[in-house]
Nanobody, 121 residues
Framework: VQLQASGGGLVQAGGSLRLYCVASGSIFGIDDMGWYRQAPGKQRELVASISSSGKTNYGDFVKGRFTILRDYAKAQLTLQMNSLQPEDTAMYYC????????????????WGRGTQVTVSS
């Protein structure tokens, strides 16, 4: 299973970016998918997640600025980020809890390599 993330880059404060993540490989099904971020010297934290039923969960710092979307047929995750601030600068990672072929009852977490988001002041 591979998670390919893209869409990061450099943006000025107040700007927007859209992140994409696509899951591929031997996938029987996917439970939760989400975006996490990690800034230098800080712990990795949840940005947003979306369940197989469409329930979303956002980090407290998002405050309505970001929207997570999921294309279930394409195993694709999108994160629309608006009103970006310098404190949003971090490496953003895609995560998917994948049900593997073979009848496993519990999903296995997989992580993408990350895409860098840098917000200048």
């Amino acid at each position: 299973v591979q998670l390919q993330a893209s869409g990061g880059g450099l943006v000025q404060a107040g700007g927007s970016l859209r992140l994409y993540c696509v899951a591929s490989g031997s996938i029987f099904g996917i439970d939760d998918m989400g975006w996490y971020r990690q800034a230098p010297g800080k712990q990795r934290e949840l940005v947003a997640s979306i369940s197989s039923s469409g329930k979303t969960n956002y980090g407290d710092f998002v405050k309505g600025r970001f929207t997570i979307l999921r294309d279930y047929a394409k195993a694709q995750l999108t994160l629309q980020m608006n009103s970006l601030q310098p404190e949003d600068t971090a490496m953003y990672y895609c995560k998917a809890d994948v049900f593997l072929p073979g009848g496993h009852n519990q999903p296995t977490p997989f992580w993408g390599r990350g895409t860098q988001v840098t917000v200048s002041s």
